[in-house]
């Protein structure tokens, strides 16, 4: 079975990227972003039967009850950067499954979520062992690792990692959604500000925000009846890293998409050197 040209993006919504946004909770977010997706896509919340948000953030029967919908279908998908990804080609799965013909795919949250939002984790190796004996908390303490190992296996400079932090700001400089709208930073910016934790500096983390977007996807023999011109999936993959604490992984600068982009080139029929195009999660 394939997804290819299956289902279609036809409606999208974007609650601009803040450092934070007092007072509100990630409910709240995601629900402003929906009601945005849901107009530009020209229809009503009682037209969606399928709803998939990040479990990370919220649960999904906690978003139905905000948002009073009762979907036939729904899900919350975590997995992590690709969660966005991850979610149209679970939508596209499921209309193609007949569970649902119309889904919203939402993904949002706050910098600091009201205790009340944050829930409870089951136990797993991350939280019993390495939180408390492993690296520092936050990300840096575990990327560290990542891009000192990386840069012994292929020889990677310190000023070209500078350089793709410089370039992301540049890419955000005129969207107004971003945090970082006209904040223009360069390479050496990057290389003189304080190291978070070697070889890792302040400015190439990534900086908690706060934010939501959701998307409408429906299947290809209803979108075309929508006002905006569908955008058909091609080509999707999915997988995860084989440990739940990464950086003992030995082959750790290997990430998933090493098994799953070529599977959704496949799918899709093209070839990396057919993109125009590309976008990677940081």
């Known amino acids: 079975m394939t997804l290819r040209g299956k289902a279609a993006i036809v409606g999208i919504g974007e609650v601009p990227t803040r450092r934070d946004y007092p007072g509100r909770t990630t409910a709240s977010l995601m629900t402003e972003a929906s009601a945005m997706a849901l107009q530009d896509a020209g229809i009503r919340k009682e037209d969606v039967d399928g709803l998939i948000c990040n479990a990370e953030a919220i649960h999904p029967n906690t978003l139905c009850e905000y948002m009073q919908l009762q979907p036939s279908f729904s899900e919350g998908t975590s997995m992590h950067g690709a969660t966005g990804a991850m979610s149209i080609a679970l939508a596209a799965a499921a209309i193609e499954a007949g569970l649902a013909n119309t889904v919203l795919c939402v993904l949002g949250g706050v910098r600091n979520p009201p205790p009340a939002e944050r829930g409870g984790a089951p136990p797993s190796v991350g939280s019993e062992w390495e939180a408390p004996y492993g ?55 990057v290389m003189s500000s304080r190291f978070i934790n070697t070889p890792l500096h302040l400015l190439e983390c990534v900086m908690p925000c706060s934010g939501a977007a959701a998307a409408i996807v429906t ?30 992984d030995l082959q750790a ?21 057919d993109m125009e195009f590309a976008e990677f999660y940081d």
């Open 135 to 189: 690296p520092g908390q936050g990300a840096p303490g575990r990327y560290a690792l990542l891009k000192q190992r990386y840069m012994h296996e292929y020889g990677v400079r310190d000023e070209q990692f500078a350089k793709i932090a410089a370039d992301q700001r540049f890419n955000a400089l005129t969207n107004p959604n971003s945090v970082f709208q006209g904040q223009s930073i360069t390479a050496e910016d």
């Open 219 to 248: 299947g290809a023999d209803r979108a075309r009846s929508f006002p905006n011109p569908p955008v058909y999936l091609l080509g999707a993959g999915a997988g995860a890293s084989n440990h739940d604490v990464l950086w003992q």
């Open 253 to 273: 600068t290997t990430t998933p998409v090493a098994r799953t982009a070529p599977r959704a080139f496949t799918m899709a029929g093209y070839s990396p050197k």
